[in-house]
């Protein structure tokens, strides 16, 4: 082995040490501490899940992404686009090297997923052993239990793949572009079909995503909001923002079908356009304008009646959060 050659597999090796030696020692004094006190099965169960997650997200994240690069660079390219590092350097095929880069791509993306996962071990876990409240919300009529432990957890998840889907959609763009499928001229965008229906996919696939989130995740969420004078779902909330998100969500769904259909017909840019036309007015309008104007029209001029049966639900919960909803009340006569 040369010189050279040995001061990097040293350098590399001190590097590993100095990264990993640390967290191995601090790993191994909570193993000691938690076995001690034992609660060891607290602690191996944490790093069990946390390595499952970062498995799983590593695994789908990456997988999604190598089979979208790899679709989106399928065939031979005639007269494709080629760099020249240098004046005497050889001719490199960009599509060629960006094939060649699509696994590194995937591996790197998969490896970011699996350690963005396991810091949702905890959200995981709470899902996976929820435990009834007994009581329901006098909204959705859910337990209580769902809010506290399984709306984070279906949050998350929700916005991983979202994120994952996004992050598609911003490489095949280009991708498709350099190999000619999509041609953008003055008043004039052409797709070839497969990458339009490719594209429509991903593009249906992230509206559908959004009204899973509005429906699933959003809509429940209203029992956080801000809107009215206490912290809960409020006169507006419940007769405006709630309908807007359920009617977003379908309208979300609505145009997923549209870009489906406008692939299919070879006119991609044209119905697409028009579908996420329509759901960002409807979405702009319904959850955007017109809860303004409710609150500022409808509800602001007569607060305190409007708002009368949700200050009562406020109350009710606070008084069962504390105990108090279980506290005699008698009358003192003063007598010994």
Known sequence: MSRRRLVLVL???VLVALVFVPFLVGL???????REIGYQVIFTRQLVTQLLLFLVA???????????LRAAQRGLVPDGPVVRLGSTAPRLELTFILRRLSLPAAVVAGVLA?????????LVLWALHRTPFGITDPIFSRDIGFYIFALPA???GLGILTSLTVLCLLLVVPIYWLRG???VRPRL???????????????????GLTALRLWLVDTPELLY???????GASYTDLHARLPALRLSAIFAVAAAVVILVGALRGRLALYALSAVGGYLLVAALGRGIVPQVIQQLVVAPTELTREAPYLRYHIAATRAAWGLDSVETRELKGEA
Not at 28 to 34: M, N, P, R, T
Not at 58 to 68: F, M, T
Not at 114 to 122: C, E, K, P, S, Y
Request: glycine share 14%; hydrophobic share 60%.
């Open 189 to 207: 965008l052409r797709l070839e079909y497969s990458a339009g229906l490719h594209l429509a996919m991903l593009m249906a696939a992230l509206l």
């Open 181 to 183: 499928d999509i041609i």
């Open 58 to 68: 590593g695994s789908v994240a990456g997988g999604v992404l190598y089979l979208n």
């Open 28 to 34: 191994l004094a909570d193993w000691w501490w938690f």
């Open 225 to 231: 909001s801000t809107t009215g004078p206490l912290v």
């Open 11 to 13: 350098g590399i090796a």
């Open 154 to 156: 279906l949050s998350v």
């Open 114 to 122: 699996g350690l963005a996962g396991t810091g949702a071990w905890d």
